[in-house]
């Protein structure tokens, strides 16, 4: 099992930037598949990018938002441009061993608390 700590989020104005940051425990993080997941009030859980040896992303997020990771420091990062209001959520990080289903939050098994990101108008 993998524990998984996220930071980084906050209150920015629309067309700002944020960078969240996950950390996760474990000597195999540079197996997992790590995503990032965000649900706003009264919506359901969404995919927003994921990293293997290629990176994913939702279209919602795509040129915007980028992930990437530092096996090293076993943590996974998401930068975040030009923000939206649309993107307020909490946002998650989660851990998988295999590649596929990257984009289906239920093949997930290990999850961060998350962190607030809010976008103001």
């Known amino acids: 099992q993998v524990q998984l700590v996220e930071s980084g989020g906050g209150l920015v104005q629309a067309g700002g930037s944020l960078r969240l940051s996950c950390a996760a425990s474990?000597?195999?993080?540079?197996?997992?598949?790590m995503g990032w997941f965000r649900q706003a009030p009264g919506k359901e859980r969404e995919f927003v990018a994921a990293?293997?040896?290629?990176?994913y992303y939702a279209d919602s997020v795509k040129g915007r938002f980028t992930i990437s990771r530092d096996n090293a420091k076993n943590t996974v990062y998401l930068q975040m441009n030009s923000l939206k209001p649309e993107d307020t959520a909490v946002y998650y990080c989660?851990?998988?061993?295999?590649?596929?289903?990257?984009?289906?939050?239920?093949?997930?098994?290990?999850w961060g608390q998350g962190t607030q990101v809010t976008v103001s108008s």
């Open positions: 989660a851990a998988k061993l295999s590649s596929t289903w990257y984009n289906d939050p239920r093949e997930y098994r290990d």
């Open positions: 474990g000597r195999t993080f540079s197996t997992y598949t």
């Open positions: 990293i293997t040896w290629s990176t």
